[in-house]
């Protein structure tokens, strides 16, 4: 992998969490540039008069800011277009803005400490230092190249004292990154303790999973001839207690019951301690299953507390379709947008879950529907991240919508989210057809 390919990477990665972190604040920042850019053009052009303004750049500066106030409601064909609408933004708004004010108005004291400001900013918005420093760069070059473009004042003397301020300008952008990069390991140990809690809780559960089924080694070996042997006395008229057939059957069968849950304990064990530790996951056991078995079982083995969170769940057996993966990984997604659905059910106190099935031509399609209080659009788009959640502290880590997005990109599918405010809420997750 060459060196050019680790630096693309390592931007792409930097600009996806500058986004991830910034674009709950959006609105907000776009009200901030709508309102100053006009503000300080009058309280520098009137309030305290400095040597130079320009109400062009500052217009156009106001009009940049416009689309954050409805980032919530851009359209999914223009949200792909946001990282290199939010550098430009960037680019413009801070270092390339204020680098070209600063030289016009010959490094006044007020300048150089907007500019400071304006790094600092910076630093907020992208987080990343390599990232940081690329854009201060780029945005004072073009600010030279536009001041040598339209003035004449005396290059030379204002170079000289730009670059005594550069190592002001350096010292904002390194003590930046470094307290960005405190809060980088505040998420990492958040990760790590989310683990380290389910690593624990596994070796508590994992203990007595095993003591269970060695046990049930015994049974499975010895319970049939018990049984059998039950039968035989009762048709020699001996004095044993008599047991209907069906519970006879029952008891036959009752070892290899056990330890088939003790297994899918296990392995629910595994998905949670993957959800944790948000890892990949492995495909050794994939293998072809029925959509509408794979519902059935999920349906039979969720813990609904109550009657009547059961009779909240709706499903369309349609057309069944096979996919290419782990049951069970499926039967957790399902698990956990049934256990969302409900939760926001039961608060709404309305609406009821129905869970469908379609068969396409390239992707069949497993959508789970909750006509409940549904989801702010400004929130729809990010119910995949990390950590986010509607929900309070001990009812929910925002962990589980994001492992759902891992399963199904495990199996070369996706997932998605459709919404409307008071009306519902769809996953709609989408399968790679299976050719014969």
């Not at 907007?114 to 600010?143: N, Q």
């Not at 782990?326 to 608060?347: C, E, P, R, T, Y």
């Amino acid at each position: 992998m060459s060196y050019l390919h680790i630096v693309k990477e390592r931007l792409r990665r930097s600009l996806n969490e500058s986004i991830h972190y910034s674009r709950y604040n959006a609105p907000m920042i776009g009200v901030l540039g709508v309102f100053t850019f006009p503000l300080y053009y009058y309280v520098w052009l009137y309030l305290f008069p400095q040597p130079y303004e320009n109400l062009t750049l500052r217009l156009i500066g106001m009009v940049i800011c416009v689309p954050l106030l409805v980032y919530g409601q851009w359209p999914k064909r223009l949200a792909s277009y946001f990282p290199a609408y939010w550098i430009l933004f960037l680019l413009y708004t801070l270092p390339f803005f204020f680098t070209y004010m600063l030289l016009r108005n010959e490094l006044s004291m007020i300048w150089s400490m907007s500019t400071m400001a304006a790094l600092f900013f910076l630093v907020l918005a992208l987080y990343d230092w390599l990232l940081v420093i690329l854009v201060a760069l780029l945005g004072s070059v073009l600010g030279w190249a536009a001041f040598l473009l339209t003035s004449e004042s005396d290059t030379a003397a204002l170079a000289a004292l730009y670059v005594q301020q550069l190592p002001i300008y350096a010292f904002v952008i390194i003590g930046g990154s470094i307290f960005n990069y405190n809060a980088q390991l505040v998420k990492e140990e958040k990760l790590n303790a989310h683990a380290a809690v389910g690593r624990n809780i596994a070796h508590e559960l994992r203990t007595p999973l095993l003591g269970m089924k060695a046990a049930t080694s015994g049974l499975s070996h010895y319970l049939p001839y018990l049984v059998d042997a039950h039968q035989q006395a009762m048709q020699a008229d001996l004095p044993v207690r008599s047991i209907r057939a069906t519970r006879l059957e029952r008891l036959r069968e009752a070892s290899d019951r056990i330890e088939e849950e003790i297994d899918y304990a296990n392995t629910i064990i595994d998905m949670l301690l993957l959800s944790a530790n948000q890892t990949t996951i492995k495909k050794d056991g994939f293998a072809e299953h029925s959509m509408n078995n794979t519902i059935a079982r999920a349906l039979d083995r969720f813990p609904f507390k109550s009657e009547h969170e059961k009779a909240l769940v709706f499903w369309d057996e349609g057309e069944d379709f096979i996919y290419f993966g782990s049951d069970l990984l499926v039967m957790h997604v399902i698990f956990n947008l049934l256990k969302n659905a409900l939760h926001s059910l039961l608060d709404a106190g309305r609406g009821s879950i129905r869970i469908t099935t379609t068969v396409g031509k390239q992707y069949n399609r497993l959508g789970v529907l909750d006509t409940g209080p549904g989801i702010d659009p400004s929130r729809v788009k990010h119910v995949f991240d990390y950590f986010f959640s509607s929900k309070t502290i001990d009812q929910g880590s925002g962990l589980g919508l994001s492992f759902c997005k891992l399963v199904m990109e495990s199996l070369n599918g996706r997932i998605r989210c459709d919404s409307r405010l008071n009306e519902y809420t769809l996953f709609e997750m989408s399968f790679p057809r299976v050719t014969p």
